[in-house]
């Protein structure tokens, strides 16, 4: 019954920000840590970051932790994907997902994350 919807999604320049948002129904929002998945045209989808039910404690992948920042916002049942400086190999759908079996911890593996969205679209070209 975990519904979540991506919205901020779009086609911007190099060198861009976005913020991508997703808003989670069903369930208790704070059973869940919050993930950020992406999946490149042709490519397996990968984890982009992560935070736990507090948001205290976040992942980012190593290679996106000079741009990108993950957040929630419990009051709202949202999570937030700041991206900054934007690059043509960030194209990809972006996904919001639920982890639900421990919520002090970040999964690394995409597979481990139970409940996803439709994803939205980032499109990075000049």
């Known amino acids: 019954q975990v519904q979540l919807v991506e919205s901020g999604g779009r086609s911007v320049p190099p060198g861009a920000s976005l913020k991508l948002s997703c808003v989670v129904s069903?369930?208790?929002?704070?059973?869940?840590?919050m993930g950020w998945v992406r999946q490149a045209p042709g490519k397996a989808r990968e984890l982009v970051a992560s935070i736990i039910w507090s948001g205290d404690n976040t992942f980012v992948k190593r290679s996106l932790r000079d741009r990108f920042t993950i957040s929630r916002d419990n009051d709202k049942n949202m999570v937030f994907l700041q991206m900054n400086g934007l690059k043509p190999e960030d194209t990809a759908v972006y996904y919001c997902?639920?982890?639900?079996?421990?919520?002090?911890?970040?999964?690394?593996?995409?597979?481990?994350?139970?409940?996803w969205g439709r994803g939205t679209q980032v499109t990075v070209s000049p």
């Open positions: 997902a639920v982890y639900s079996r421990d919520v002090r911890i970040c999964p690394k593996v995409v597979s481990d994350y139970d409940y």
């Open positions: 069903g369930g208790t929002f704070t059973d869940y840590v």
